[in-house]
Nanobody, 127 residues
Framework: QVQLVESGGGLVQAGDSLKLSCAAS????????MGWFRQASGKEREFVGA????????SCADSVKGRFTMSRDNAKNTVYLQMNSLKLEDTAVYFC????????????????????WGQGTQVTVSS
């Protein structure tokens, strides 16, 4: 059974940092780009960022550029989302996801290109 399990969410104040983890089990995702998405209450799920399967490239949404970074440890089958300078508008449920195409040469921001999803972890930023 393939599982992606996010952890590390919580309640923080604006300006604080959080690091989310996404641990994969059931298969290895070393050949797949891994993405992070978020969904705020009443809004659609949106792309946050992604990291290539080789971990050499990342892509971020403009709204988090310069504040969020992605990394991965393929030996641990785990990806990370480091979130700094958190803002109120970063409040959402954060999901990790695996690209459905192995060794994809470009990072896709399309939700439909990801076929394995975690259950999400809540991040709440207060003033």
């Amino acid at each position: 059974q393939v599982q992606l399990v996010e952890s590390g969410g919580g309640l923080v104040q604006a300006g604080d940092s959080l690091k989310l983890s996404c641990a994969a089990s059931g298969r290895t995702f070393t050949a797949y780009n891994m993405g992070w998405f978020r969904q705020a209450s009443g809004k659609e799920r949106e792309f946050v960022g992604a990291i290539s399967w080789r971990a050499g490239r990342t892509s971020c949404a403009d709204s988090v550029k310069g504040r969020f970074t992605m990394s991965r440890d393929n030996a641990k089958n785990t990806v990370y989302l480091q979130m700094n300078s958190l803002k109120l508008e970063d409040t959402a449920v954060y999901f990790c996801a695996a690209d459905q195409v192995p060794y994809r040469s470009v990072i896709t921001t399309r939700r439909d290109d990801y076929n394995y999803w975690g259950q999400g972890t809540q991040v709440t930023v207060s003033s």
